[in-house]
C-alpha cells in the first residue's frame, strides 16, 4: 500500500485578544461562546456559528455589537438558556484565525470564556502545521501547546485524544452516572453542575464520543500496511 495522509490535530490555549471577541469576553466575565460549526471557511473571512452561555446576553450582544473583531452579528437561536448567533470574524493578520486560514487548518472545536480561548485545529499535512507554527513566530502570536499528535496513530500516553475539555465532560457525565440505565442524572442536571447550557454539554458529548470512536477504532496498528493473500 501506497503512503496514506496523516492528519495532525493541535491543542492549544489562546489570549482572546489572538483570536477573538476580546473586548466582549473580558467585558462580560462568565459568559461562555462554544462555536458549533463554520458556515464559510474562505481566504479572507470564517463565519462561524457559535452558542453562548451565561446571564447577561443583553450586555453581550452590546459589547459584541462594538466588538472590532467581528461584525454582522445575528441572533438565530435560542434554546433553554443558550442563544446561537452568527457573525463574520474581521481578517487581521495578528490573529491566530487569520493564520488558520492562511495555512489550511480546519477548525475542530472553539471555546472561549474568561478572556481565553481553547482551540483544537486539523491539518492534512505536516507541512500545514509546519507553515503555522512559523506564522506564529513570526507574529509573536502567544499559544500554550496542550497536545500535538497524528490522528492516525494510537496515543502513546494512553490518552484518545480528547481535549480536557472534553475529558472533563465524559469523566464527570461517568461518574454521575449519565451512562447508566435508568441514567441517575439528566442531561440538564449535569450542564447545571458543569456550569454550561444544554446545547454545550450536547456538543462537548458528541465531540468525545466522536474523538474516542475515531482514536480508538480506526485508527493504524503497527505493521498493518494491506498485506497480499
Known amino acids: 500500500m501506497g ?21 466582549t469576553l473580558c467585558e462580560v466575565p462568565g459568559m461562555t461562546v462554544e462555536v458549533e460549526r ?5 481566504a479572507d473571512c470564517i463565519v462561524p456559528c457559535f452558542w453562548t452561555s451565561g446571564e447577561n446576553y443583553e450586555t453581550f450582544e452590546r459589547v459584541a455589537e462594538d466588538d472590532p473583531s467581528i461584525r454582522d452579528l ?6 433553554k438558556g443558550a442563544i446561537l448567533y452568527r457573525a ?4 487581521d493578520v495578528e490573529t491566530v484565525a487569520y493564520t488558520m486560514t492562511r495555512t489550511g487548518a480546519t477548525l475542530l472545536d472553539a ?4 478572556g481565553q480561548w481553547m482551540l ?25 501547546l496542550h497536545r500535538l499528535y497524528e490522528l492516525t496513530q494510537p496515543r502513546l500516553d494512553g490518552q484518545p485524544g480528547l481535549t480536557d475539555i472534553q475529558h472533563e465532560t465524559l469523566v464527570t457525565a461517568l ?31 458528541r465531540g468525545g464520543h466522536h474523538t474516542l470512536v475515531e482514536n480508538s477504532l ?12
Open 218 to 229: 480506526t485508527v493504524d496498528s503497527p505493521g498493518s500496511e494491506e498485506q497480499g493473500p
Open 88 to 91: 463574520e470574524w474581521v481578517e
Open 3 to 23: 503512503d496514506r495522509s496523516t492528519s495532525i490535530i493541535v491543542e492549544f490555549s489562546v489570549p482572546a485578544e489572538e483570536f477573538a471577541l476580546y473586548e
Open 74 to 79: 445575528t441572533k438565530l437561536d435560542e434554546v
Open 120 to 144: 483544537q485545529l486539523r491539518f492534512d499535512t505536516s507541512e500545514g502545521t509546519t507553515a503555522f507554527q512559523r506564522y506564529l513566530e513570526e507574529h509573536e502570536l502567544e499559544v500554550e
Open 38 to 42: 463554520v458556515v464559510a471557511h474562505e
Open 175 to 205: 461518574e454521575r452516572g449519565y451512562y447508566e440505565t435508568p441514567r441517575d442524572v439528566s442531561m440538564s442536571e449535569l450542564a447545571d453542575e458543569l456550569g454550561i447550557s444544554q446545547q454545550a454539554l450536547s456538543k462537548r458529548l
Open 111 to 114: 471555546t472561549g470564556e474568561d
